[in-house]
C-alpha cells in the first residue's frame, strides 16, 4: 500500500521516467491496482487455499487466471492496440479472480483467525536476507522494459510485454512442480 501510495504520489515523474510522458499516469494507477490485488488477494489468498489443502482449485484457479490474462491481453491489442486498455484488462481479470477466491474461502466457511504476531522477529530475520533475490528480479524486470523503451519506443514496449505474458502461460507446467 505504501509503494502504491508513492506510485500515485508521483505518477507523472515516473510515467516520464519510465514511459517519456505525462500522458501514462493512468497507466502507473492501474499499475498500482495489479500490484495491490496481485500481491494482497491473489497471491495471498492461493497460499491459503494450498495451506488448507485446497491445491486443485488453487491449480485450477491459477490456471484459469493465466489462459485468461492471456486471451484477454491479445484480445486487446489485436482490437486496441493501446497500453492503456491492455492494462486496464488485466486489472479486469485481478478483480474477477479476486471475487471468485473470497467468493470460494467464504462458501467452504473457511474460519481466518487472528494471526499471532508473537513469532514475527524469527521470521523477519529468515525472510528479509530473501527479499534481495526478490530485489535483483523486479529491477531485472523493470531494466529490460525501460532499456527497450530508451533504445526503440514505448510501443515496442507495449508488444514486448504481451509477448512475455503469452510466454508466461507456460509457467503454470513448472508451478505445478514448484508447489509440491
Do not use: H
Not at 502504491?4 to 499516469?25: A, P, R, T, V, W
Not at 491489442?77 to 492503456?84: A, E, F, G, L, Q
Not at 526478490?134 to 515496442?156: A, P
Amino acid at each position: 500500500i505504501l509503494v502504491g501510495i508513492l506510485l500515485f504520489i508521483f505518477k507523472d515523474s515516473i510515467s516520464i521516467f519510465l514511459f517519456g510522458g505525462k500522458e501514462y499516469g493512468t497507466l502507473i494507477i492501474f499499475l498500482f491496482l495489479i500490484l495491490l490485488f496481485r500481491n494482497v488477494n491473489i497471491d495471498g489468498a492461493l497460499a491459503f487455499l494450498r495451506a488448507r489443502r485446497y491445491i486443485k482449485t488453487a491449480s485450477l484457479i491459477k490456471i484459469t487466471s493465466l489462459i485468461l490474462t492471456a486471451a484477454l491481453i491479445a484480445f486487446l491489442v489485436i482490437m486496441t492496440k493501446d497500453i492503456i486498455w491492455v492494462v486496464a484488462g488485466l486489472v479486469f481479470v485481478e478483480v474477477i479472480i479476486s471475487a471468485v477466491l473470497v467468493l470460494f474461502i467464504l462458501q467452504k466457511n473457511i474460519k481466518i483467525v487472528r494471526p499471532e504476531f508473537t513469532c514475527l522477529v524469527p521470521l523477519l530475520k529468515f525472510g528479509v536476507p530473501l527479499l534481495i533475490a526478490l530485489l535483483g528480479y523486479w529491477v531485472v524486470q523493470l531494466s529490460d522494459r525501460y532499456l527497450i523503451n530508451y533504445f526503440m519506443n514505448i510501443s515496442d514496449v507495449g508488444i514486448y510485454s504481451v509477448g512475455y505474458i503469452l510466454g508466461s502461460v507456460l509457467t503454470f507446467f513448472w508451478g505445478a512442480f514448484d508447489t509440491v
